[in-house]
Every structure is written in C-alpha cells, then in structure tokens.
C-alpha cells in the first residue's frame, strides 16, 4: 500500500543505487516490495542481475503488452521489479507526453500496485521534475530526496524543500510536507563534504532520514549486478543503509500479514502475477 518515491531537483546523486539497495534491505527486514522504475534509463534492472540486452519492460512495451503485471521480474525472496524496458529517446518524449495528458497511463496500473496492503512499491524517478513525479507525487506516503554531500546541496536547500521540482502550482506545493532526505556519498575525510553534511543535518532536521557514506562497495555491488547486502554486507554503506531503512520502516506503517492463500488451480504465467501468485512462493 505505502508508495516511496525516490526523487532529486539533480541528476547522478544516487537515485538508482538507493532505491534498488533501499528496497532489498527493507524486503529482508520482512516488508514485501515492488521496486518500479518510472526513469527510461531503464537502470534499476541492472542492480538485479537483469543482462543490459536485456530491455524489456512496461514502458517499452506497453502497445504490445499493455498488462503491466506481465513485466514483472522476481529479482529476490519478497522482491519484485517492475523494469522501464528500453526506449530511444523519441519513444521517451512520447511517452512523457502520453503520461502528461493522460496521467491514468501511469495512475491506473499504480492504484493496482497499491491496492495490495501487505506491499510497499519503491519508484525510482528520472533526475528533476518530470511528468511521472508530478503524476505520482499525490499518492506517495513518502518522497525521499537524495542530495549529495556537496556545497552545492547545501547551498540549494531553500529551494530544493520548497518542493518546486515536484512540479510547479499549489498542489505540488501541498506534497512538499511529504518530502524526508538522505544525504549521499558522505565522506568523513573529507572537510568540504563532512561540513556539507553537518550543514545540511542542522538544516533539515528530522527530516533527514539518514546519511550513506561514499563507498567504493556500492559502485563495486553494480558492476557485479548484485545488491550490495549480498556483495559486501560488512561495508560502511551497507551499515548506513540498514539504519536509512530502519528510519523508513518507522514512518511507514505496519506491514500488513499475508493471508494464507488456499491452494489454486494453475494459472497462465502472465495472469494476478501480483499479487496473487506472487504471493505464493515469491514473498
Ligand atoms: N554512496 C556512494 N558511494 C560511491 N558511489 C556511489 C554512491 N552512490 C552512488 N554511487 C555511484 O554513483 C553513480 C551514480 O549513481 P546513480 O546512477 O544511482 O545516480 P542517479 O541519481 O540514479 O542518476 P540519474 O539522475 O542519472 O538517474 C553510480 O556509478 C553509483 O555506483
Ligand atoms: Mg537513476
């Protein structure tokens, strides 16, 4: 039911490699995910083992197979990925003007998603404002902003918690009570960042969920296509983002318990693969 939107005014701050390690932390500490990427660089697959040839996905083939369950990739124990699929960029524009004037494009198969209590959805979102975060921003119980440990974060935080990159007018603005941070790629040894991040600490609060130190071991977990818990669960940042979602999981609330499904008959692969047979095997 929650909906977590993984968001930042600026591009490369580790949008992608929070929601993917976020979301396979949290599905560990038992709270069932759907991670969905709403951005056509179609890079959250690429953390799951998903080979780059690989660009199926709802967005791509939305014409084709328009049922967005029949995308759905089951990437860990508790953990299903909902890919982009791969897109030129003219199919990008396309698309982005689709969603803007019919947002149900992405509303209709986003209140399904939602219609499932036990499931929390992670969406990854492209950099800045766009058509999907002004869509989805109303539905969000949470839009995470990530800002790197950088002067410039600092230096952008009025404007940055206004709220205006969630689009511009009053009901954006409304949502803007809904923005929570996490600072990345903190480096203690490093005066301009750790000032950075005391800064922005000062600033913002509670609202600041946590702070996840720079660390080789995250770029490393990617190269491999695999989730840093399972690459290098010892390192600074795996420990940072226990904590990061631990202070999630504390505003969230709580997971609601799978029913015991009766036993079914079998079912076309493509049919309620979420949540009904999902739920079997999969959570
Ligand atoms: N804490 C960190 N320590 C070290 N490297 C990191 C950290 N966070 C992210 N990175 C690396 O930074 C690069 C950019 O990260 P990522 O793609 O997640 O950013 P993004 O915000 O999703 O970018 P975009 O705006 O293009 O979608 C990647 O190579 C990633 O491995
Ligand atoms: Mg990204």
Redesign the pocket.
């Known amino acids: 039911m929650p909906l977590i939107l993984i968001a930042?005014p600026k591009?490369?701050?580790?949008?992608?490699?929070?929601a993917a390690n976020l979301a396979d932390t949290l599905r560990r500490q038992g709270r069932p995910t759907l991670l969905l990427d709403l951005?056509p660089?179609n890079?959250l697959r690429l953390h799951f083992g998903i080979p780059v040839q690989d660009g199926a996905g709802y967005m791509a083939d939305r014409a084709a197979r328009p049922d967005w369950r029949a995308h759905l990739r089951q990437v860990a124990p508790g953990l299903l990925l909902l890919p982009h699929g791969a897109v030129e960029l003219r199919a990008a524009l396309e698309n982005a003007l689709a969603m803007e004037h019919d947002p149900a494009l992405l509303l209709a198969p986003l209140r399904e998603m939602l219609a499932d209590p036990s499931v929390l959805v992670v969406a990854d979102l492209?950099?800045g404002p766009s058509a999907a975060l002004q869509a989805t921003a109303p539905f969000a119980s949470l839009v995470l902003t990530?800002l790197q440990s950088e002067a410039i974060s600092a230096a952008m935080l009025a404007e940055v918690e206004s709220g205006r990159f969630l689009g511009s007018g009053t009901l954006p603005a409304l949502f803007a009570g809904r923005l929570h941070f996490l600072l990345?790629?903190v480096d203690l040894q490093s005066r301009l960042s750790r000032s950075t991040a005391e800064t922005v600490a000062q600033h913002l609060g509670p609202r600041l969920l946590g702070a996840?130190?720079?660390?080789?071991a995250?770029?490393e977990a990617?190269a491999y296509q695999r989730p840093l818990l399972d690459h290098a669960p010892a390192s600074a940042?795996a420990a940072d983002l226990r904590q990061v979602a631990a202070a999630v999981e504390a505003l969230l609330p709580a997971p609601v318990a799978r029913p015991v499904q009766p036993a079914a008959p079998a079912q076309p692969q493509h049919a309620a693969a979420f949540p009904l047979t999902a739920s079997r095997g999969a959570w």
């Open positions: 930042s591009g490369g701050v580790g949008k992608t490699t929070l951005d660089q890079a492209p950099p990530v990345n790629g996840v130190s720079r660390d080789e995250l770029a990617l940042a």
